[in-house]
């Protein structure tokens, strides 16, 4: 470029105005975002693009994964431990479609992410060129938004625009796919970003006032009340006025899976976890319950169990940011749409204090069932192998629970759910609508580098590691620190579980031959161990909690050990089984 400083000032008037690439709008537009971070894997399509970042790689730090479903997963995780949106870059055909996944996993769980890909010249689409796919197709379900850019003008607009959806309401994955001659050819005119035009606000004076204090009356006089916690509450950041209301009136609190830390696990009011593997009292009590506050959360069949048998002598207060989930499943007796945080401040004034002392104590005597019908068993059998659950026992008291658990899907999944005592809001990220098996390794690559100030600590299954254990090759390239806890039964865990539950035993390809993950770890160059011996677990989880780089235990545990609580396919919550 030259200096143009030391042209004299009537050259200086007549300087054209400043070119810009499609693909350097691609880098200034996520400049103006804040973006410092970039997980992708170049290709054809994309080069552009990548070429452009060569000047911002000082600005914009770039991680080369191994495969695109890393990518998408780590800016998953990423997005989630930050708040902010996970940026993914990646090529035409192959490079886009390998995305599908995280795609629809963070649709499910409402990540927001942006992630931009190549694709051919526009004068090639619809001719089959090589790495063309039709994208837009392909990703529309699976996107809260995507476009196709063809021309290097849109590129401003259209991030902006990708950026604000991605972020705004219930957040979402964005897909802006952008033909190669966009990135290659210039703007017409100056690069301007109109990112700020696109600032969500959530009034509480678009509220309904008059269902703000019908709201505030059931809650008032309820005998019963229950209070369900969502995703929502930790997206909208309102785990302090869940706590403030909770305490004000008295009210014991359940988690879904995506909202466990919104509340802490060790307060008098925590009921436990909702769902087809959650505890015992909340799934026992619900149909007991007069009244059911659901916030964040949009009533699915893993928490619901049989609909029609689902609290039936409950009125239900729905608070939530999508129109859509409102009454999709459960009816609501009254509906307050919009942000969780903001409609508990409003509706705080409205209450006053109340006990429920002998309700409380309903929850304390299943709690009681539970820990020894299951619990104890689990965590004080010396002559057993070492469970799951113990190892996220121990693991919970020597982090005080305060690390943030990143899990993959399957029985170790619901063993961390269950037995890490989380005290930190923000601290447990899991694949939980889509139930994607390999996501917790890139995640919790993404989710480290988003939060160096946090441990973080991936818990995964034989299975789930082998999906996506290339990943580790991308934490040793970039020595992200890491901890790593595959826990290893040589089973597909919750298939060979359902198998001998509800197929007679019938163990059909899910017996697995594992190698020694510690032994792959180390040809990474990552530290690590095996314990096959109950009187070296602690010791070696001490030494993977002080590691000073990535780490990875690698656990012989039981392999036969079923996952309890459980409601059966098919049954209501109260007919929830302790063994």
Partial sequence: MPNKSAAPPEAALQTEPETCTGATAVMRCLLAEGATLIFGYPGGAIMPVYDALYDYQHQIKHILVRHEQGAIHAAEGYARATGKPGIVLATSGPGATNLVTGLADALMDSVPLVCIVGQVHSSLLGTDAFQEANVMSITRSVTKWNYQITCPDEIPGIMAKAFHIAREGKPGPVLIEITKDAQAGNLSGDFLYPGGKYNPVYPVSALAQDQLHAAAQLLQHAKQPLILAGNGVGLSGACTELLALAELLDVPVACTLHGLSSFPSDHRLYAGMLGMHGNYAPNMLTNQADLILAIGMRFDDRVTGNLSRYALKAKIIHIEIDPSEINKIVPATIALQGDARYILQALLPLLHQAKHTDWIASFHAYNETEYTTVR????????????????????????????????????????????????????????????????????????????????????????????????????????????????????????????????????????????????????????????????????????????????????????????????????????????
């Fill in 376 to 579: 104890q068993k689990m965590l004080h059998n010396p002559s057993a192998q070492i469970s799951m659950a113990e190892v996220i026992h121990r693991l919970s008291h020597l982090t005080d629970g305060k690390a943030l658990m990143v899990a993959d899907v399957g029985q170790h999944q619901m063993i961390t759910a269950l037995y890490y005592s989380f005290r930190t809001p923000g601290s447990y990220l899991t694949s939980g609508g889509l139930g994607t098996m390999g996501y917790a390794l890139p995640a919790a690559m993404g989710a480290k580098l988003g939060r160096q100030d946090r441990d973080v600590i991936a818990v995964i299954g034989d299975g789930c590691f082998q999906m996506t254990l290339q990943e580790l090759a991308t934490i040793a390239q970039y020595d992200i620190p890491v901890r790593v806890i595959v826990l290893d039964n040589n089973y597909l865990g919750m298939v060979r579980q359902w198998q001998s539950l509800f197929f007679d035993n019938r163990y059909s390809s899910v017996s697995m031959v594992n190698p020694d993950f510690s032994a792959v770890a180390g040809a990474f160059g990552i530290a690590s161990f095996r314990v096959t011996e109950r009187e070296k677990l602690i010791p070696a989880l001490e030494a993977m909690l002080t590691a000073r780089g990535p780490f990875l235990l690698h656990i012989q545990v039981a392999r036969e050990h079923d996952v309890f609580p459980m409601i059966p396919p098919g049954a209501a919550v109260d007919e929830i089984r302790l063994h």
